[in-house]
């Protein structure tokens, strides 16, 4: 079992839609969970991280976390053709900053 | 400067060569690292430094050498690579290791083709 899991996608959403991201991870002892944005040929930017279970929201943008389930979630609301792009879940174990990453899923959003 | 310098952005070289990646924070960060990413592969964690001391080394091949001479800048030096080490090669930054909630911030990175 990978230690983090995405869909690769693409997922494809029209525009205004929300759009919905998944990430499983396998390490129970998982404290931090990050959302990342890479634009093709462009570095990972950070969108939002969470820590505690539940949602914690950030403007358009809602992380939800489920750590019984090991499971996060990343909520885009009225998604726009810019926020195309391949988005990163990262987990942070609890020993360091030992982050892994995901394979990461591709979302495109339809004008 | 702000954030997290890399230089050069695109670097070609035979596999009989030495070049050198560069990478400065200007973030007061004490934990700088190395990733590598290859096309459809996950983000490879290569090296972690914090203030200056190597703490992780991800089994990567000798061909490719860090150097941190203090927190804000990190090198990788690199000799004899081969086509497979083709790649983007990352560099972030962070805090410091013992915060959990300390996120990386990425520089731009280095694509680098070994032909």
């Known amino acids: 079992q990978k230690e983090v899991e995405q869909n690769s996608g693409p997922l494809s959403v029209p525009e205004g839609a929300i759009a919905s991201l998944n990430c499983t991870y396998s390490?129970?002892?998982?404290?931090?969970f990050f959302w990342y944005r890479q634009y093709s040929g462009k570095s990972p930017e950070l969108i939002m991280f969470?820590?505690?279970?539940g949602d914690k929201e950030d403007g358009r943008f809602t992380a939800q976390l489920n750590k019984a389930s090991q499971y996060v979630s990343l909520l885009i609301r009225d998604s726009q053709p810019s926020d195309s792009a391949t988005y990163l879940c990262?987990?942070?174990?609890?020993?360091?900053?030992?982050?892994?990453f995901g394979p990461g899923t591709r979302l495109s959003v339809l004008p | 400067e702000t954030g997290v310098t890399q230089t050069p952005r695109h670097l070609v070289m035979g596999m009989t060569n030495k070049k050198s990646l560069k990478c400065e924070q200007h973030?007061?960060?004490?934990?700088m690292y190395w990733y590598k990413q290859s096309a459809k592969k996950p983000l490879e964690l290569m090296f972690v430094?914090?203030?200056?001391?190597?703490?992780e080394n991800n089994s990567v091949p000798s061909r490719f050498s860090p150097e941190c001479p203090n927190s804000s800048h990190l090198f990788l030096h690199l000799h004899t690579l081969q086509p497979e080490d083709s790649a983007l090669y990352l560099c972030?930054?962070?805090?410091?290791?013992?915060?959990?909630?300390?996120?990386?911030?990425f520089g731009n990175g280095t694509r680098l083709t070994v032909t």
């Open positions: 969470i820590y505690s279970n």
């Open positions: 972030a930054s962070s805090q410091d290791l013992a915060l959990d909630n300390s996120p990386l911030h």
């Open positions: 973030l007061g960060h004490n934990a």
């Open positions: 990262a987990v942070n174990r609890n020993y360091g900053q030992n982050f892994v």
């Open positions: 390490d129970r002892g998982s404290q931090s």
């Open positions: 430094y914090n203030f200056k001391e190597q703490t």
